[in-house]
């Protein structure tokens, strides 16, 4: 299915999304009195109903590298036991291909069903020396990941600068995978599993 790319998009839709980030820049001046940090890269790719080959890898792994410290993810909706395994998946990505990562920060909504799910984790990244901070925060819904932000807080939506300057904007979240049976094709290898329709808007801000 046709998609749409950082190679294939025309210059007016690259414009789009450029304004877009800028109005989220703007309120984020307007709250901490910082300047709007230069947009390097923009990339916006729409995931079509069905679509495979989009696992996280594809994805994420552009921002992973040796200055990686921290990641931020807010999403809403990590309270079932796939959604946790989704992230599982997520965290094991960057836990191979960024070594110097030393915390992961998670916002979501609190659920008793993934309350022990997450505290596994936790204890897993613990012993590769990577710290899981759970933030729960019942008044967002937008789903966004960041690189290095501040401290654990509630209700922060604006975009700001991150240790890599990367920043990753995903309308379904991590769970944008269509689910199949244990035994499946796609089980395991999200590149083979079908897709929701989505879309994912990739930035960079110039570093200081």
Not at 20 to 45: C, D, F, N
């Amino acid at each position: 299915m046709p998609f749409i790319s950082g190679e294939d998009t025309v210059e007016s839709a690259r414009e789009v999304l450029r304004e877009r980030i800028s109005k989220y820049l703007t309120r984020a001046e307007v709250l901490k009195g910082q300047m709007k940090p230069e947009i390097l890269l923009v990339q916006q790719i729409h995931i079509m109903h069905n679509d495979t080959g989009f696992g996280y890898e594809r994805i994420f792994k552009r921002c992973a590298d040796n200055d990686l410290t921290e990641i931020n993810v807010r999403d809403a909706y990590i309270i079932l036991p796939y959604q946790v395994l989704n992230f599982v998946r997520f965290c094991e990505l960057f836990v191979l291909h960024a070594p110097n990562l030393k915390t992961i920060r998670l916002w979501t909504h609190y659920d008793v069903r993934a309350e022990g799910l997450l505290q596994q984790l936790k204890g897993s990244l613990a012993c590769r020396d990577i710290e899981l901070d759970i933030c729960y925060d019942e008044n967002f819904h937008d789903r966004e990941i960041r690189q290095d932000d501040t401290k654990c807080k509630s209700n922060i939506i604006e975009l700001g600068r991150f240790s890599n300057g990367w920043v990753v904007k995903i309308g379904r979240g991590l769970n944008y995978f269509q689910s199949v049976g244990h035994c499946e094709i796609g089980s395991c290898d999200l590149n083979l599993r079908k897709c929701h329709e989505t879309s994912i808007d990739i930035f960079r801000f110039k570093q200081p």
